[in-house]
């Protein structure tokens, strides 16, 4: 089965210092998306890109979140200046069209980032 | 926008029962699936199930697109059947993104 690849598994930074989680989506994927899940609760949405852009972000992604695809194959999420409220699993997940049957969506294996 | 329920909340089984995750949504949705977490976080895709029934070894799904609610079932469970199942359907909006439930956490017991 394909897959979407996460780097790094666990990262653990001090609050106010800037991360980047990587991703590499399904080779020949057009939607990339990002999520994330706070400990014990459910995986929400955080931003969908698509024709290297931002297509919608929820309410959660603000100033302090951008996202990138520097090439064919890299999809990156940043975050400038961590809170402790930042502590997640961020879900990396890659789709190859919208809106039609037979179109599953693949969710990477997840980043920890642990805020200390 | 789009609500998904999903019930029970908990469940805990003895190895080998049966049992049944419900997932209710408040939209027409163009995809659905389900989803296991296991004890290390990952999300394992189950199903991709818009609409109809499908199976899979123990584990069957059926979405009733009109009514708007999808039902796993998992037959003879084994403890490694335990983690969290999340039901998770696609926003009606173009960018494909998924509206996931609260999860049904399963506990099985040897």
């Known amino acids: 089965e394909p897959e979407v690849t996460q780097t790094p598994s666990h990262q653990v930074t001090q609050m106010g210092q800037e991360v980047i989680l990587r991703c590499v989506p399904i080779s020949n994927h057009l939607y990339f998306y990002w999520y994330r899940q706070i400990l014990g609760q459910k995986v929400e949405f955080l931003v969908s890109f698509y024709n290297n852009e931002i297509s919608e972000k929820s309410e959660i992604f603000d100033d302090q979140f951008s996202v990138e695809r520097p090439d064919g194959s890299n999809f990156t999420l940043k975050i400038r200046s961590t809170k402790l409220e930042d502590s997640a699993m961020y879900f990396c997940a890659s789709k190859y069209l919208t809106g039609l049957e037979g179109n599953t969506i693949y969710f990477g294996e997840g980043s920890w980032l642990t805020v200390v | 926008g789009i609500q998904v329920e999903q019930s029970p909340p908990d469940l805990i089984l003895q190895e080998g029962a049966n049992s049944t995750l419900r997932c209710n949504f408040s939209?027409?949705?163009?995809?659905l699936q389900w989803f296991h977490q296991n004890p290390w976080g990952q999300l394992i895709n189950l199903f991709y199930i818009p609409s109809g029934t499908k199976q899979n070894g123990r584990l069957s799904a059926t979405t009733v697109a009109t009514e708007r609610y999808s039902l796993l079932y998992i037959s003879s469970s084994q403890t490694t059947d335990s983690g969290v199942y999340f039901c998770a359907v696609e926003d009606p909006g173009n960018t494909g993104k998924l509206i996931f439930g609260q999860g049904t956490t399963l506990q099985v017991k040897p």
């Open positions: 939209d027409s949705v163009n995809n």
